[in-house]
């Protein structure tokens, strides 16, 4: 067994790196407050192949590894988990369900510019009264002729606002329960889709949220994405390997959050030497490494095995709970070895605070991970 990455994979954690500070860092207080993905971002990405870091050159990608996208999203979150929120449910959702379930005429029409970053992917499962028990969704959609007609409203949907290309879950046979919910591609700009209220977050706030219509909303058979009744066992194949990006932008948000608090107690001063001298900081920086390490392990592992072409439900829901939870309790600290300046939105520890918390409840709670972790055990 060899956990050591390649020259390569050192190289690109390197240069998303160097492009991370360069031209995410002095920007990460202007995108929070002003709740915006910046769009002039949706090129730069492109250009790093950060768009579609997993699909084939084929399809427009970049045709890395799983463990290559976790460095990705890792090195992205490190320095603006928000704006990686965005590029993680772009790659890990909506345009990684039309890579898994799309037919060839699908992918090459609508992965492709999803992939080169022409346009952005959303991915709509959640809805107001049915996150957890997603499969209860009252979203429906009826065949009429050659078309499906969709009605409901999606909640919380990353990019519904700003996303070019959405892929919405819906029922097609109330009767079959899990196995008559059926996926569609669905476009800005078709009649009877629109955006509703935009929400004003807590964190990830550069990440757009909003909810999102549908109104009689009349999609050609040829949009119908997969097998129908196969819309919710795919979407729940779509979070097996999503929940991997979202335990990477743990560590990389815990990473971040950590490096911060390190700095700050070598430079903050009190009773005359650096606080990072005192033995409680000095223990909250080393758990905080130590447990970074074990989840970045954990998330490297799940990818690796994604990678091998092996099943990774257990693992990816692993690493996605232990990596968020313990991400949750870095950015804690982060904010306490700051002090009373962790408290203000001059130092970024207040930011990691904020966004960390969409780790543990965003592709699946803590609670549920815990569930599917346990169906798998026990
Ligand atoms: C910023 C943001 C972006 C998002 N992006 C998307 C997106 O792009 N697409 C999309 O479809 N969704 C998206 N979501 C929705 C997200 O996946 C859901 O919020 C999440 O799955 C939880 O659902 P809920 O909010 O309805 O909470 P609920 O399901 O109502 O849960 C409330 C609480 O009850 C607990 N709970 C529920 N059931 C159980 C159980 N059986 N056992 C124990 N505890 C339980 C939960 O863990 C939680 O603590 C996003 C959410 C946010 C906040």
Redesign the pocket.
Known sequence: MDVRLTDEQELLRRSIREFAETELRPHVREWDEAQQFPPALLTKFAELGLMGIQFPEGYGGAAMSSVDYCLCIEELARVDPSVC?SVA?HNG?GAAHIFMFGNEAQKQQYLVPLAKGEKLA?????EAS?????ASMQTRAVRDGESWVINGT??????GKTGDTIVVMAVTSRAKGSRGISAFIVERGTAGFRAGKK?D?LG?RA?E?SEVIFENCRVPASQLLGTEGQGFINALQVLDAGRIGIAALAVGLAQGSYEAARSYAFERKQFGQPIGTFQSIRAKLVDAATRIEAARLLTYRAAAMKDDGQRTTLEAAMAKLYSSEIAVRVAEDGVQIHGGYGFVKDYVAEKYFRDVK?TT????????QR?VIARQLL
């Open positions: 929120l449910a959702l959303a991915w709509g499962l959640t049915s996150g957890s028990d997603a999606k909640q919380f949907i990353t990019h929400e977050k990830m990440s949220t969409l409840i965003g592709e699946g709670t803590s609670e549920i569930l």
